[in-house]
């Protein structure tokens, strides 16, 4: 018996001690806070249950929580939080009774602050729980966990900016910031919030990335992840989406009644869809023909025999006359010389005049000042101008891209045919007056194969020994083929292109970004006798103390190699640059694919954006955007933005203005002002936007811009007014004070702002310079032999502010030749050949350089 007793008497005695202690603990607190509370008879042998218990709470910032207990019957009621007694102190009690049941009702509170979780356990799980008492037993309520609530800034993954084909399925991804409780996570296009529930071509999966399930012209935007919770909401960078529509080729028409030639044919259209956006040209052929069987030709069976033996003397008597006329033609250009290419002599004085120096008498210049004492008597070569010739000039085998008239008779065969001494030759037979089939047949070949085939942004010509000049319009981009730079008795055809950054990628390591267009011209591998010049534009300050600025060029097999380092050129190698304020000159003596990427030395260096502002043509809602891009200030994306605009259906609607964007790691902020309230106002939920530093430094993505969403009250407001800025985190910025009528103002996308180039996109012979071919030649012969007195090519360097290059000019067998280059790529769309003139005269040669200086003059 002691022993079944002993467990008993213990329980008692630790149940009694249980009691003694809460009535000392309960003594302690005023009769306000008393948790006990003495029961009739007839509920004394109920236990207590809980009509509220404690829940889950975060703590906002500082602000602490209040937990809730309530129960009955209960005579106390005290929490306990991580095992630990609170304070009854810190108890607020309240007495009432259930009318229902005349039970009496007991309600505790606490309050749980920010700094009792951090103490305790800092940002781990704090748990509280209440426990109530009866004369007959005691019950615990459920914990309840006591959070800090935080969302943090970063989001552990970004969307990513996308063009994307129409139809084609899109995958944007969104990991939001870390956070307590979790973020929920919404997606917004253009800052409207995106419901897939209204429309069912979006899907937000469990993991918070947004699927677009066919992508739509109107899909095109800024996509923003938004997370948010208790605490915050954060944004993510914006995405850009640009769906671009590809060509596909139209039905096969029926074909054509057999023709005299007994051939069918028959055709289809690039139209269903037609490209758009940036889209890709239809591939594949749009006219196709075949032979006509023996019934369908028209012509007799029976006179077969003698049709082939007319046709076979007709061929054997044109080939003798061609023959004929190529050696009378080979014969004459030996005889002739130089003359033979360039029509008079009149053409020695185009473009030139006297410069203030009046001729004595007729026939004879006046003399020149006096020289030094230690050169000798001169030896005047003067040439009078013809004015009565009219002035002619050479005319080579060309046809400029534009030209859908000209058709020239070209073999079907490869364009270029290596010979074993690795010279090149046109071939005879049809050239397609399509300038689309040019590209595509270079692509079909095995160098060929990067050469895209935007036929828009390239051009092409047939070049000889006197040179040439290919052009892409309104990019900057120009290649200058100088006279002899391709060999004598060679004849090459020549491409230019500026390749899409889709297209070609461009691997960039680390902190590097893309300075310049990537621009090819080719082929490949061709000879040249000297180097031809390629101009493009870059984005950066120029400041080579700033930089360390390499010139990349694609090898055969496709990887990119480091050419040279701008500002320790070597004028050994094959490659040299001449470097502006806005545009980086090539020398270079092999053809291929180029592009700039420069590196920062330190936080001062800085690139140059372009800052453009779009909006919709016509408006017929109440909303009204405005298109802010934030591009390379280089004119070949100016353009591309300008052309995807126009077929957008967008407007210009301010000049456009340069921002240097700083490698100081900060992003870069736009914001709108000064709206006025009573008619507009915007419907951008933060007070700015923001685009990632990196976004723009690698310069990868080419129309990076942020839309703003503004809503006019009524239909009837047209005017805005407005402040639009912007700038780079703790360094300089724009602002475009905007005035203009939203219904009225039409201004074209070929505004004064986009320098149309009517130029002609190649030019061969003479007319592709502005100096003559002999004048030229006669500048060269009188400025290459140095002279004491420095009145040679190193004072022409320097009048032309090119001494930075003397070594280089130097090393070449005529300096005065490859200075003259240069000075034509420079000035080809601006230069005034007079002042080339009074340059020569400056240097002691007033005649203006129709004379010639003899080796015994120094």
Same mark, same amino acid.
């Given at each position: ?634 004119? /070949? ?8 605009? #126009?077929? +957008?259906?967008? !407007? =210009?609607?301010? @000049?456009? $203005? ?125 400025? /290459? ?8 090519? #190193?004072? +022409?360097?320097? !009048? =032309?502010?090119? @001494?930075? $290059? ?53």
């Amino acid at each position: 018996m002691p022993l079944r007793r002993g467990p008993f008497v213990r329980c008692w005695f630790s149940a009694a001690l249980l009691l003694l202690g809460l009535a000392a603990f309960s003594s302690t607190s005023g009769s306000e806070h008393a948790a006990t509370a003495a029961l009739p008879a007839a509920f004394s042998d109920l236990l207590p249950h809980f009509l509220v218990e404690p829940e889950d709470e975060y703590i906002v910032k500082n602000k602490p929580v209040t937990l809730t207990c309530r129960s009955t019957p209960a005579t106390q009621i005290y929490f306990k939080c991580n095992s630990e007694w609170v304070n009854q102190n810190d108890h607020v009690i309240e007495r009432t009774v259930d009318p229902a049941t005349a039970l009496p009702v007991m309600q505790v509170t606490i309050e749980v602050t920010r700094q009792q979780v951090e103490k305790v356990f800092g940002l781990n799980e704090y748990w509280c729980q209440c426990v109530a008492w009866s004369t007959t037993g005691t019950q615990k309520s459920q914990k309840a966990y006591i959070r800090i609530a935080y969302l943090r800034k970063n989001f552990e993954e970004e969307p990513q900016s996308k063009e994307v084909a129409l139809d084609q399925e899109v995958l944007l991804r969104c990991h939001p910031p870390e956070g307590v409780p979790q973020a929920e996570v919404e997606w917004q296009r253009n800052e409207d919030v995106l419901d897939p529930v209204n429309d069912p071509n979006f899907f937000i999966t469990p993991d918070h990335n947004l699927i677009i399930k066919k992508a739509r012209l109107v899909d095109t935007g800024n996509y923003t992840c938004l997370a948010k919770n208790i605490v915050a909401r954060r944004k993510s960078n914006s995405a850009t989406v640009l769906v671009y529509v590809d060509g596909g080729w139209s039905e096969w028409s029926k074909w054509s009644a057999c023709g005299a030639d007994c051939s069918m044919w028959r055709s289809r259209e690039c139209s269903q869809p037609s490209p758009g956006t940036g889209g890709k040209d239809c591939q594949g052929l749009d006219l196709q023909s075949i032979n006509c069987t023996s019934e369908q030709c028209p012509q007799t069976v029976s006179g077969a025999e003698d049709v082939a033996l007319y046709v076979g003397m007709v061929a054997v008597a044109l080939c003798l006359t061609l023959l004929l006329i190529v050696v009378v033609l080979v014969y004459r250009r030996k005889k002739e010389g130089l003359d033979a290419d360039v029509a008079d002599s009149s053409i020695l004085t185009t473009g030139f005049q006297p410069m203030g120096i009046k001729p004595s008498k007729p026939g004879v210049w006046a003399p020149r000042p006096r020289r030094p004492p230690h050169c000798k008597n001169s030896h005047l070569l003067t040439i009078q101008p013809d004015l009565t010739t009219t002035t002619t000039s050479y005319q080579g085998t060309l046809r400029s891209r534009h030209d859908t008239t000209g058709k020239f008779s070209m073999s079907n065969g490869p364009l270029l045919d290596p010979l074993p001494n690795g010279s090149h030759t046109l071939h005879n037979g049809k050239l397609n007056s399509d300038p689309a089939e040019f590209v595509s047949r270079l692509s079909t070949q095995t160098y060929f194969k990067t050469l895209p085939r935007d036929v828009a942004n390239t051009s092409y010509g047939t070049f000889n020994f006197l040179g040439g000049r290919l052009t892409i319009p309104n990019t900057g981009i120009s290649l200058l083929i100088p006279p002899e730079a391709i060999p004598r008795g060679k004849i090459y055809e020549i491409y230019l292109t500026v390749q899409r950054k889709e297209d070609l990628r461009l691997p960039l390591a680390g902190c590097q970004t893309l300075l310049s267009p990537i621009v090819s011209c080719g082929p490949p591998g061709v000879v040249l006798s000297r180097p031809v010049i390629l101009s493009m534009d870059h984005c950066f300050d120029a400041c080579l103390d700033n930089w360390a600025v390499r010139l990349k060029k694609q090898n055969y097999e496709g990887a990119w190699e480091d050419v040279l380092l701008m500002g320790e050129e070597l004028v050994s190698e094959p490659y040299y640059c001449q470097l502006e304020a806005e545009t980086c000159r090539l020398f270079t003596e092999q053809l291929g694919t180029f592009a700039l990427v420069g590196e920062s030395l330190h936080m001062g260096a800085a690139k140059r954006l372009r800052l453009v502002l779009f909006s919709d043509a016509y408006c017929s809602t109440l909303e009204y955007n405005i298109r802010v891009y934030c591009m390379d200030d280089t004119q /070949d994306v100016f353009k591309e933005v300008m052309q995807m605009e #126009r077929q +957008l259906g967008g !407007r =210009l609607i301010d @000049e456009p $203005h340069v921002l240097l964007f700083k490698d100081s790691y900060h992003n870069l902020r736009l914001s709108i002002h000064d709206m006025p309230q009573a008619h507009w106002r915007s419907k951008l939920l933060a007070g700015y936007q923001e685009i990632p530093f990196y976004h723009i430094w690698n310069g990868s993505q080419r129309y990076l811009h942020c839309t703003f969403t503004l809503e006019r009250l009524s239909l009837s407001t047209c005017e805005l007014t407005c402040q639009l800025c912007v700038w780079q985190v703790e360094g300089e910025g724009q602002s475009f004070a905007l005035d203009f009528n939203i219904a009225k103002d039409t201004r074209s996308l070929d505004s004064e702002f986009l320098l149309m180039d009517s130029n002609a996109t190649a030019l061969a012979g003479p007319s592709a310079f502005q100096i003559p071919y002999l004048i030229r030649q006669k500048i060269c012969s009188s400025l /290459d032999a140095s002279c004491p007195n420095g009145a040679d090519w #190193r004072m +022409l360097a320097q !009048r =032309l502010k090119l @001494e930075r $290059h003397m070594s280089f000019f130097a090393s070449k067998a005529s300096p005065t030749s490859v200075i003259l280059d240069l000075w034509e790529a420079q000035h080809f769309h601006s230069g005034n050949i007079n002042q080339l003139a009074t340059v020569m005269a400056d240097i002691g040669k007033q005649e203006a350089m129709i004379f010639l200086v003899s080796d015994g003059e120094c």
